[in-house]
């Protein structure tokens, strides 16, 4: 199975600042028919259920704001949340959906400082 | 707009069993993969299993498999999990989600809130 980790475990970021979150799989997640990587994250927050904000480690979905930016290839890829807002305020996941069972990493939670 | 309402969750002894439920509305069930995902108390995200539109690739992941069931009737719209020797680490909010495409290799952009399982004598 593909492990997913995740770094930092939480992190506490001012409004307005920048989020840097990683995701490293045990494995490349490229997947060979498309060459693209299935990597997604997405965002919890409390007491919901799971948001989808980024699919192929970079594309944001509709309605997601430009401030969430996903970057990296193989096996090391970020999430970066710039001009954090209150509202960001959610732990969030990474998913490999490259190799069956589709792992999750084990989640970053972001406060404000 | 993509609905998805699980039901089903129970509290249940180990060793038992339980059916959870996911009603799916506003997009074209038959043509999508979906998927359970669990949340045990304070926990991160497990994936469980994942059934294509036509039954027709089905995968579990190995602290579930010939323990729990996926299913769905597209002519109900509604996917199934049929849950049997339930254990303690069974215990777990358990989330409906949509795929993004008919593949098994896509994202989940629409997720339901969960149905509660407590596996506990």
């Known amino acids: 199975d593909i492990v997913l980790t995740q770094s930092p475990d939480s992190l506490a970021v001012s409004l307005g600042e920048r989020a840097t979150i990683n995701c490293k799989s045990s494995?490349?997640?490229?997947?060979?028919?498309?060459?693209?990587?299935?990597l997604a994250w997405y965002q919890q927050k409390s007491g919901q259920p799971p948001k989808l904000l980024i699919s192929?480690?970079?594309a944001r979905e509709s309605g997601v704001p430009d401030r969430f930016s996903g970057s990296g290839s193989g096996t090391d890829f970020t999430l970066t949340i710039s001009n954090l807002q209150a509202g960001d305020v959610a732990v969030y996941y990474c998913?490999?959906?490259?190799?069956?069972?589709?792992?999750f990493g084990p989640g970053t939670r972001v406060d404000i400082k | 707009e993509v609905q998805l309402l699980e039901s089903g969750g129970d509290v249940v002894q180990p060793g038992g069993s339980l059916r959870l439920s996911c009603a799916a509305s506003?997009?074209?069930?038959?043509?999508?993969?979906m998927t359970w995902v669990r949340q045990a108390p304070g926990k991160g995200l497990e994936w469980v299993s994942i059934?294509?539109?036509?039954?027709?690739?089905?995968h579990y992941a190995d602290s579930v498999r010939g323990r729990l069931t996926i299913s769905r009737d597209n002519s109900k719209s509604t996917l199934y999990l049929q849950m049997n020797s339930l254990r303690a680490d069974d215990t777990a909010l358990y989330f409906c989600?949509?795929?993004?495409?008919?593949?098994?290799?896509?994202?989940?952009?629409?997720w339901g809130r969960g149905t509660l399982v407590i596996v506990s004598s």
């Open positions: 998913q490999q959906y490259s190799n069956i069972p589709f792992t």
């Open positions: 506003g997009f074209s069930f038959k043509n999508y993969a």
């Open positions: 192929w480690a970079s």
């Open positions: 989600a949509k795929g993004a495409s008919g593949s098994r290799f896509s994202t989940l952009d629409g």
């Open positions: 494995q490349s997640v490229l997947f060979p028919s498309n060459n693209k990587n299935n």
């Open positions: 059934i294509t539109g036509a039954s027709d690739n089905i």
